[in-house]
Nanobody
């Protein structure tokens, strides 16, 4: 089992930045790909970004490319999502996810979920 705990959400003005963190614990955490999904109000959960277990391969949703950066620190069992140039449409609950491969996460195949952290971007 892998446990995921997100932090770093909050309220920010459009154009601002936030960094989300996801602390992972459990068996073979560093061997899992990690990623982020989000669920905007009234919409379905969607893929945001993923990173391979060694941190080399990354995937991003088109809507966040060039603005968001995913990274991981396996020594700390933590994955990060640096979000810059935030827009009101980035408002959502952001969920940390873990799975086999970063491509699996991109395709929506998630083994473990965190509880989520709220990000609100005001205009």
């Amino acid at each position: 089992q892998v446990q995921l705990v997100e932090s770093g959400g909050g309220l920010v003005q459009a154009g601002g930045s936030l960094r989300l963190s996801c602390a992972a614990s459990g068996r073979a955490v560093s061997r899992h790909a990690m990623g982020w999904f989000r669920q905007p109000p009234g919409k379905e959960r969607e893929f945001v970004a993923s990173v391979s277990w060694i941190g080399v391969t990354t995937y991003y949703a088109d809507s966040v490319k060039g603005r968001f950066t995913i990274s991981r620190d396996n020594a700390k069992n933590t994955v990060y999502l640096q979000m810059n140039s935030l827009k009101p449409e980035d408002t959502a609950i952001y969920y940390c996810a873990a799975g086999g491969y970063s491509s699996d996460l991109k395709d929506g195949s998630v083994t473990y979920w965190g509880q989520g952290t709220q990000v609100t971007v005001s205009s």
